[in-house]
């Protein structure tokens, strides 16, 4: 099945405490993106990757970093994350390596920092 | 900058109703999709118009674009129980020549009522 897998999908954390949150897709998509949405602001993209190794930022990446190593896995971390970064996070991919297309979501991560 | 900006931000009708939701936009773009989601769940594509067709249909779906108002429609026509959702219009820049960024509004939450 197609599909857009992220972990874990629930986490409470400690301010300062580094995590990663993963994502992975199976449908050898090269655009992967990640996404976070806060009520009243909607989906706000964090960071995207345009095929591997290739990284940029989106609208909200202060605190955030990426890495793309290979096609399948898009990992956000967050080397210290503040309560300013509770959220529901979406990880996301697209054909063609261009959002240009349908993007495929992950079921989400809820993230609370305390 | 926020991209799209759905109108109205709910919408609650009977089954059976018709349901129209309107998205604006800013800047010029390449194409308009719009997007599902189920409460606390990943996105889902509905369906993609470019910014050179006027009218597409999908099922149930009817989704307009005009392009010199800058703004789009969703109807849903003879909706169900199960179309309660948040609906999301997404759209990419026509000057983002690297076709990297995908810009959601803040969605129109949609009831229906069995």
């Known amino acids: 099945e197609a599909q857009v897998t992220q972990n874990p999908r629930y986490l409470i954390t400690v301010t300062g405490k580094k995590l990663t949150v993963t994502c992975s897709q199976n449908?050898?998509?090269?655009?992967m993106s990640w996404y976070r949405q806060d009520p009243g602001l909607g989906l706000r993209q964090i960071y995207y990757?345009?095929?591997?190794?290739?990284?940029d930022k989106g609208d909200v990446p202060e605190g955030y970093k990426v890495s793309r190593k290979e096609k399948r896995n898009f990992p956000l971390i967050l080397e210290s994350p503040s309560p300013n970064q509770t959220s529901l996070y979406f990880c996301?991919?697209?054909?063609?390596?261009?959002?240009?297309?349908?993007?495929?979501f992950g079921p989400g991560t809820r993230l609370t920092v305390t | 900058s926020q991209q799209g900006e759905e109108d109205p931000q709910a919408l609650s009708i009977q089954e059976g109703e018709n349901a129209t939701m309107n998205c604006s936009y800013k800047?010029?773009?390449?194409?308009l999709q719009w997007y599902r989601q189920n409460s606390g769940r990943g996105l889902v594509h509905l369906i993609l118009?470019?910014?050179?067709?006027r009218e597409k249909h999908s099922g149930r779906l009817r989704v307009t674009l005009d392009t010199s108002k800058k703004s789009s429609s969703l109807l849903i026509t003879a909706s169900r129980a199960a179309d309660t959702a948040s609906y999301f219009c997404?759209?990419?820049?026509?000057?983002?020549?690297?076709?990297?960024?995908?810009?959601f509004g803040e969605g129109t939450q949609l009831t229906v009522n069995p």
């Open positions: 996301a991919s697209s054909g063609d390596g261009r959002p240009f297309y349908e993007q495929y």
């Open positions: 449908m050898n998509h090269e655009y």
């Open positions: 990757s345009m095929n591997v190794e290739v990284t």
């Open positions: 800047t010029s773009i390449n194409n």
């Open positions: 118009i470019r910014s050179n067709e």
């Open positions: 997404a759209t990419d820049a026509l000057w983002e020549t690297s076709g990297s960024r995908l810009t």
